[in-house]
């Protein structure tokens, strides 16, 4: 842990050479959070979609139920418009994966 | 019977639970690299000091034909011994029995001796090897995990709890070490985790070996869970030696000094830092060139290496040092180093170990995943603490001291008994850069040569403000000294302060920003 390489880091406006951590390296940036796409906030099942392709849905409407962990998750839409992209029912989603896209 | 048959008798029932699991079950458990159960408390403790108590304990279950099932000790070896003399209390599950599995007699084993610690006022140790919860006792495994954790949870700040992770430590029972004060770990042979590969990946989909998830390195790097990382155990018992030197043995008492030392003579102080307060160097050296025999004895060194904390001794006796390290993010608090510096404070305060401070910091990282991950409420556990702690507590101002690292690292208005500043240190709202383009931004701006205006200003602000006078104008320094005389300061300001003591209105407890 004495072998950082020296590298720079600014703090209001100063310049200092330091080592840097991995963990420093390795943050994650941030993105703003696209409340129009709806990912899967767990691996699991699509069990029932509510709605198809072209829908409009209101904020707050059920989507679909995402079955994981022997639990059924009801999705609601984050926010109001038409309905872009939707699963099929009985597939299996990752983490992360896109499950609706509200245009 | 005549008493030599009783003799032989006991000695045959002794002989038999101490075989634990069996020759094959030992052999599996040294093949691994691990000592057993008895072995390690020997090798650990005095010779000959370890008296083991509750041999012949036995499980009460009697389900899943668990009653035709003995296990030895119920699978953990427990008992009373000394350290360089320090009596201690200890206990040592065995994997060779049932995987070390915690019963709920297992369990009320560890439980009385946890009692016993309490009351005796000394440290207690527990060695950690064990699958998990005996699933045959249901709930009453559970019972005793529970049972555990309320006396780690007394415990604390009475007595020092040591937790030595030599195998798995899984699911619940992470939470016993988690609420000691200190976890040491060695490497490949140290496994915790709350849920185990096998279950993230049904939930989850995610493969992560047992190494990757909650092995040694992962604890002392990565989530600092673990204080110390060895790479063999007996080098582990060496450490836990090293460490209960440094402390006392319960919170009436001062941790036993050693004759005084002067520092190893390869540490000059006045070489060690660079005066372009921009530029690295390593703090534990300036540590090294003040204290005893230049001894530091360093705790979570690979977790957030930003700051720097361990136990060290000045004149002979133990003190705590908390020291920002230039060497790594240039000193900054953040989350993980305002966690590591506070939880260290408060264990040097309810053990009446004096605190001693170097300051070397441009203030707090900036940065969107710290303000996210709430550097806030992590950030003010260093404020708490410090004023809550009522320890002597002496800071030395090395170099600069910005903003709100400035207040954070024990300055006086929280409550520092003496604050020395050497010559070299910079004590101001922000470094000049910034100070500059603030307060002179419309100068800056407005004149022909933007870059010179801005050289000039900065310049102007440095020779100004970047100085202790202003802070020993106003009485927030005490004195500024000569580096080389920072040992014999705190020596000084160390036994002035033998005495000290504070009254603070009653309360149950603090509400610390946990």
Redesign the interface.
């Known amino acids: 842990?004495?072998n950082?390489n020296?590298k720079t880091?600014v703090?209001?406006?100063?310049?200092?050479?330091?080592?840097?951590?991995?963990?420093?390296l390795n943050?994650?940036t941030?993105k703003p959070v696209d409340q129009k796409r709806v990912n899967a906030f767990?691996?699991g099942l699509i069990q029932k979609v509510f709605v198809k392709v072209g829908d409009k849905v209101k904020a707050g409407e059920k989507l679909l139920i995402l079955e994981?962990?022997k639990m059924q998750n009801i999705v609601n839409a984050p926010v109001s418009g038409i309905i872009r992209v939707v699963p099929q029912e009985g597939i299996l989603v990752?983490?992360n994966e896109l499950l609706v896209d509200i245009g | 019977m005549s008493l030599k048959q009783k003799l032989l008798d006991l000695f045959k029932r002794i002989e038999k639970a101490q075989t634990g699991g069996g020759a094959k079950a030992i052999e599996k458990q040294v093949a691994m690299g691990k000592l057993p159960a008895r072995e390690r408390i020997t090798t650990l403790l005095d010779r000959n000091s370890f008296h083991e108590y509750d041999l012949f304990v036995e499980h009460k279950c009697a389900d899943f034909d668990m009653d035709k099932k003995k296990l030895p000790a119920d699978g953990v070896v427990t008992g009373t011994g000394s350290i360089k003399g320090h009596p201690v209390g200890i206990f040592a599950q065995d994997f060779t029995v049932a995987g070390g599995s915690l019963g709920l007699m297992h369990a009320r084993k560890i439980t009385k001796i946890m009692d016993h610690s309490l009351k005796m006022g000394i440290p207690l140790i527990g060695i950690n090897d064990s699958g998990g919860a005996r699933i045959q006792e249901g709930v009453n495994s559970l019972a005793g995990y529970g049972e555990i954790f309320y006396r780690n949870t007394l415990a604390s700040g009475v007595i020092p709890q040591i937790s030595v992770i030599l195998g798995p430590c899984a699911g619940g029972a992470v939470y016993s070490p988690a609420l000691t004060d200190f976890v040491f770990v060695v490497d490949k042979i140290s496994k915790m985790f709350i849920t185990g590969p096998e279950v993230i990946k049904t939930v989850l989909g995610e493969e992560i070996s047992m190494e990757d998830l909650g092995g040694a390195k992962v604890h002392t790097e990565i989530t600092g869970n673990a204080h110390f990382f060895a790479e063999s155990e007996l080098e582990c018992f060496e450490q836990i030696k090293k460490l209960v030197s440094f402390i006392p043995w319960n919170n009436k008492k001062k941790a036993d000094p050693l004759p005084a030392k002067m520092p190893r003579s390869n540490y000059n102080i006045e070489n060690i830092i660079p005066l372009d307060p921009k530029k690295p160097y390593d703090i534990r050296d300036v540590i090294k060139a003040i204290c005893d025999d230049s001894d530091f004895f360093e705790i979570q060194k690979s977790w957030a290496a930003n700051i720097v904390i361990g136990f060290a001794r000045l004149n002979g006796e133990t003190v705590g040092i908390v020291g920002n390290q230039p060497l790594v993010l240039a000193g900054v608090l953040d989350v993980d180093s305002s966690d590591k510096a506070a939880r260290f404070i408060r264990y040097c305060d309810a053990f009446n170990i004096p605190l001693i401070t170097l300051v070397d910091l441009p203030g707090y990282l900036p940065g969107i995943d710290q303000e996210h991950a709430g550097v806030i409420r992590h950030g003010a556990k260093i404020l708490y603490a410090y004023s809550e702690a009522t320890v002597p507590k002496i800071t030395v101002i090395l170099r600069k001291a910005y903003g709100g690292g400035y207040i954070a690292m024990c300055s006086r208005h929280l409550g520092a008994d003496f604050v020395f500043a050497w010559p070299s240190a910079e004590i101001a709202v922000m470094g000049p850069e910034g100070a500059a383009n603030i307060i002179f931004k419309a100068e800056i701006a407005g004149a022909d040569d933007p870059d010179e205006m801005r050289k000039q200003k900065v310049l102007e602000y440095t020779e100004k403000f970047a100085n202790p006078y202003i802070a020993a104008a106003n009485g927030h320094v005490d004195s500024i000294i000569n580096p080389s005389e920072t040992r014999e300061f705190l020596i000084h300001a160390i036994t002035v302060s033998a005495n000290k003591s504070e009254v603070r209105a009653f309360r149950k407890h603090g509400i610390p920003p946990f």
């Open positions: 842990m004495n950082y020296i880091l703090i209001d406006d100063s310049v200092y050479e330091t080592g840097l951590t991995k963990k420093y943050r994650k941030y767990i691996p994981a962990m990752k983490k």
